[in-house]
């Protein structure tokens, strides 16, 4: 099936980094974050891949090389961004009649805990006949911080009656479960969503979908998924993914998923250290410039380990002082103590 890969969004509570970058081409753990969505994808695509556009295109244009098993084609959205359904819309001439899609939020974190995750969404949407199939997972914020996806169960699964927050709208399902940005939806979701402009796939196509009687089923896993979408959630996140790097974790699936997109994706060789103490920090080479000299990994493990923080240091950073708890950001300049920040 072909995959679509949602790229075209502001950023705008990660600013002012996604002043500089859009929120895919934002690294987490030293890899793009363009690259985490792909990689729990890729399995799913045999054909082409889509990437709509709209914000700093060339900072997700410039990640695609990477991706040379699949052929790439971009769907610019120039005028403005046209959300999730607009997206499919504007992009209708690349996608057939009667096919299925994998559609994905370019800027997910999402780890299996079991191996098969994404192949069990495929299998579930095939059995179920479904008109889409969205890849959920319990949370206990689903449906209060989190929209949920109301649903009841029958013999085919979880059946989705509608999202949001409003409990008292479905008073027959069975609870809410929290949608983790990814789902497989057939092309005659066309026919549910506007000709033209922005919309939600969800709440513009799926529930008129629903309202038709078309099928809208969820797919349960146990997931590690990561809320990215301000700094202080982002640096949350990567203090939750960073143990998972160390050796007490590596033959869990969650570890094994990190070190394979790391490996994959990253620009050059980074290397994870975890001090007794506490102190964790993943990191490559040092720059080498004389002239703005970083201090040595050593040094900054020190200032990690007695606080027990963390630090994750991207390709060609300067780091001349401390920093706690933060990440900087491929070619960032750290020249004083740096604290709970994400520094580009």
């Known amino acids: 099936m072909k995959g679509f890969l949602l790229a075209a969004g502001l950023g705008t509570r990660l600013r002012p980094i996604t002043d500089k970058l859009a929120k895919p081409a934002v690294s987490f753990l030293n890899v793009p974050m363009f690259y985490w969505s792909y990689e729990f994808v890729r399995p799913l695509i045999s054909g082409e891949l889509l990437v709509n556009l709209h914000h700093l295109p060339e900072t997700v244009r410039a990640l695609t090389p990477k991706i040379s098993a699949q052929r790439v084609t971009f769907s610019h959205e120039a005028t403005a961004p046209l959300g999730s359904g607009g997206a499919l819309t504007f992009a209708r001439s690349h996608i057939s009649e009667d096919e299925d899609l994998v559609v994905a939020n370019a800027d997910e ?78 092309s005659r979701i066309l026919r549910f969503l506007p000709n033209q402009g922005e919309s939600n796939l969800l709440y513009d196509g799926l529930i008129k979908a629903i309202q038709a009687g078309e099928r809208v089923s969820a797919h349960v896993e146990d997931l590690m998924w990561f809320e990215t979408g301000n700094q202080t959630d982002f640096l949350h996140a990567t203090s939750e993914a960073l143990p998972y790097l160390s050796v007490r974790h590596r033959d869990t699936t969650i570890a094994q998923a990190l070190r394979a997109t790391i490996s994959k994706y990253a620009d050059e060789p980074f290397h994870f250290t975890e001090r007794h103490g506490g102190g964790k920090l993943l990191a490559g080479p040092m720059s080498n410039d004389a002239a703005k000299a970083s201090l040595s990994h050593e040094a900054v493990l020190d200032a990690l380990d007695k606080e027990k923080a963390f630090a994750v240091i991207g390709k060609g950073a300067l780091v001349r002082a401390p920093l706690i708890n933060s990440v900087a950001l491929p070619g960032a300049e750290i020249s004083h103590l740096v604290r709970d920040q994400l520094v580009l």
């Open 109 to 186: 974190v999402i780890l299996p805990r079991t191996p098969g995750t994404i192949d069990r969404l495929a299998k579930h949407h095939r059995e179920s006949g479904a008109i889409a199939t969205l890849l959920t997972m319990r949370h206990p914020e689903a449906g209060g911080k989190f929209g949920g996806v109301w649903h009841q169960t029958d013999s085919l699964g979880a059946k989705v009656l509608g999202f949001g927050k409003e409990a008292s709208k479905y008073p027959q399902a069975a609870g809410a479960l929290h949608y983790v940005g990814v789902l497989i939806v057939n």
